[in-house]
């Protein structure tokens, strides 16, 4: 069984890149084998509901994933300016080494599939909520109130997710870290902020 | 010629439509004849270059509506503030008309294409510079600092594009206007720093 789900586990990894850099579209099937050293013809056994099965497992990974940043940015911060400033190091350590190709997890399979497709949508949703709730969490532990703490994380991952799409087309990080600055700017402004 | 002019336009326009409800690859060449009703075998005798030609040309219309969406916007607007909530009703209603399909008009293309195809990633950055340009124009023109609009401009754009795909995520229009009333929160703090 270990082979079986170390098989499937490398198949969910490379479409999780491949989603990543190109879209779900024009990732083939064969695309997934290939990258994953998968035998051939093995992906409907791993796999029997096809590519939405493929799609759907890679959207859970990619929660995994994220949550895992949040919880790995906040083990190096003391407050919400040095949380963001971690993620973004991370973000942008890991879209540079990939040459601008790797950004969001999802964030393309969304913009193609939602909110056509029902079932993926929901999956996409619960990434976002995921993300939210951890970022939610630390920002509270460090007494950020619970109304700042929600809308501060939604801003962040806004600015997160529309600071890759400028920096994949600018083939550069200046426009994520130039974004990322600001939003630091904004943070102390944001939390002083009488809550309602 | 006004014909053919016309009927090259239609494709464009609905190349545009079906590029941003579902992305490049998912749009087929029988789509956008169907889409704007021009005749069949007709969409090589317009677009030479094949696809990528046609989404060149839609990115060029794209840049267009995006600077047409800002001056609309900052017509009905005074200030920095009113032209962020002017901009966000029109891209929300916009929005919402589509059933939460039909965000950006390039940002699937720049998840799926970029930093790939560079001839189409050098147009994607175009976009954004005119963007920019448009938004910095009206800033400066209400007294905001040339640094401070620059850096307000990228965040606006950034906060937009990740809004929309939140949104399209969560098929509402809920965390888009959640992050936008984030932002004008921001705005007059951001304004008053100290610039450089």
Known sequence: MARRTDSRSRMIH???ELFRERGYYATAFSDVVEESGAPRGSIYFHFPGGKQELAR?????????IED???QAASRAHDPVSLIQALAEIQVQRLEAS???????IAT???ELAPQDEEL?????????????????HLRSWGVGAQH???LADLIMAVFEGALVLSR??????PFWNTIKTLITTVGCLIAEPQQ
């Open 14 to 16: 490379a479409a999780c």
């Open 57 to 65: 497992e890679t959207t859970a990974r990619a929660a995994d994933e």
């Open 69 to 71: 940043m949040v919880h």
């Open 99 to 105: 040459g601008y190709c790797s950004g969001c997890a």
């Open 109 to 111: 399979m969304v913009l």
């Open 121 to 137: 949508s929901a999956e996409f949703d619960k990434v976002f909520t995921r993300w939210r709730t951890a970022l939610v969490g």
């Open 149 to 151: 703490a929600v809308a």
């Open 169 to 174: 087309a600018a083939r550069s990080s200046e």
